[in-house]
């Protein structure tokens, strides 16, 4: 594959490591003796049976590779297969009884941060289902106790801490950002509405902080559909309106148990009957899976409706009718959270299907497609881990170029953005949306609109 | 020197076995009361169904994509399993000492059928072993335990093909054969052979997750 620069061609050995700020200071800070007692205290207390399992069960087979981006991505590096990444940091750390040295945190952090997606494909690969995406996060809750989690996604988790959501959104402008887009809106349909804290609504709409922050035509787009398919919907004004949560993959469990519990005290105040959530997947995995246990719900206290399932009801009980179908060639990418995480890669594909005309897959997929690279909060730890990101995810490239599509779908944030970067580092010439972008585009506006 | 043999193929026989079953089901109750007391959010999602759904994908061969990834590998590992149990179970002369000591008997592989086996077998283990050095990611992950484990399974094999030719010092073959089939049993339940249990349990945990949280395959 030719591209710029011949990125292809790199390993992350030739890519410049930059030293984190976050994690260098962090490591400065420790004593042998403070990273032998962590590493003990979250090892002792907050692990048990399974992991146990998982350690003791492990036969060095290998078939882990296979699943790995990472490792086909790098020319088969044996350091980047699933298995390599426990053995060089919790192997090591079980072995050593938690007497391990800065250098080799410093590792540790990479490679469970910045080298793993906890995509859990691994774990379909894995003849024994061990889950290794577990270890990792167990390795981020170690990091995390050690203080020594990367800058800018700790800068996130600062964020959800102090405004429980993920981008420093204020109070105000969030209000602001909704009556703004309510009210340009109301230009193209005279009495569209994106009812705040309506007690009692069939649905709360939810969404990430950065829709507000820099993708408020997002929101606009939901309002649309929602206003012509005659919803009665709410969205809320108060904190805890932000279904994102970076510190899940912080391993900063207390924090990332507190936004999920402020989300659905939300939800519950306002007594919906169901969430329904834009096209983002860790929020997803967030709300429908972590979030909730750590709150001591087996599964949701309240019916959590991914955006592609959403779609999926409207078109299909035609409440939004498609008046022309988009033309161009498209393929679909996806997101781990809802395809392996949730099942609704069916779903998606019959609502592109009802949209688009001509729908070209991507080849593994459902269940087997490879992670985008940025999920799991790898792209959370920012502008300085681009390169490697990029040299990391050439299998993607190699997938999404294989499929000859003019037009990425990409029903999710992290691997919208991940995409993107993927698209314009390998020049593949593509052009990325979310579904709703496409619904937007190829739907009926017109039905509750004045005058129609 | 016959009182030795009487001892290993008496009550040396009993000792591995009580080891062996003993020892799986002490670590089989072991896990499930730690799970209860510490992880017992596993038992809200396990379901039977799922976890036989899982487990039963993965026993079809060549089903998990996986498999057909590494079909040589898989291919060799799936047949070495089955006859992992198959031999040393109906193996002629196993049968007549087991007939000897309880007057039941099933029937057995024809011996030079057996004997074949026996040496796929131990072309499966060469196999594993040529494989953990020539393929680099496996290479990577070996330490020195899992050729440990390697010739644990090999000697009562070996043994026990070089025992029923009978070239060389058939008696002290046919000793190292008996030990070294006890301590393979001995062994289980304390090395990572207990995967026999541990992998049905970590299969249907994750193959419940997938099935009733994530609603997805995982195979």
Redesign the interface.
Known sequence: MKTKENPMTDTPSSVEKPTDPAIESGLERLTPDRIQQVIQDVLKKET???F???V????????C???CPY?LSND?D??F?P??KV?NTIWEMLKKNGNVSKDFLRRAVRISHLECNVCKRC?????????IAYMMLLVRRICHKLEITPQYIQDTVNSHSVTLNQMWVKDDEWIDTLQWQEEDARDEFEDLEIPLDKMGADIMYSVIAPEPKFQAGLIYQAATMMHAAGINWTMPSTPGWDNSNMAMYTGDNEISGRIARAFFETAAKLRVKRIVMGECGHAFRSVY?MGN?WNSW??PPFEVVHALAFYHELLTEGRITIKEKYKKKVTLHDPCNV?????L?DKAREVVNMVCEDFVDMV?NR??NYCCGAGGGVINCGPPYKGERMVNNRVKAEQLAATGAEVLIAPCHNCHSGLEDIVHHYDLKMEIKFLGDLIYETMDKKIYTPGA | MNSFIAFIMGPMVWISVIIFLGGLTFKLV??LG??R???P??Y??MTLKHSLR?IGA?MIPFF????R??PI??GI?YLFHILLFLVPLFLASHIVLINEAFQISWPALNDSVADGLTAGVIAALIFFVVRRFR?????????AM?YILILVVLLPFLTGFLAYHQWVAYQWITVIHILSGELMLIIIPFS?F??ML??P???????SE?GQ???????
């Not at chain 1, 395809?339 to 099942?343: D, K, Q, T, W």
């Not at chain 2, 349990?201 to 994750?206: D, K, S, V």
Request: charged share 20%; hydrophobic share 30%; with cysteine.
């Open positions: 048990g049976p399974r146990k399992a998982y003791e069960t492990c036969m060095h087979c290998g078939l590779a296979e699943a490792f088969r044996p350091q297969m298995a390599a053995k774990s379909m690969y894995c003849p024994f289902g061990i889950d899976d246990r087996v599964m395809s392996r995480g949730r099942g890669h593994p269940e087997h | 072991g896990i730690a799970v007391q510490k992880e959010y596993i809200s999602y899982s993965w998990p994509r996986s498999a990834m590494s590998y898989y590992s393929v680099p990611e496996v290479n990577y992950l070996t330490s899992d990572r207990s995967h541990n992998a349990l970590t299969r249907a945990y994750m193959g997938f949280v994530r609603q997805a395959k995982d195979w």
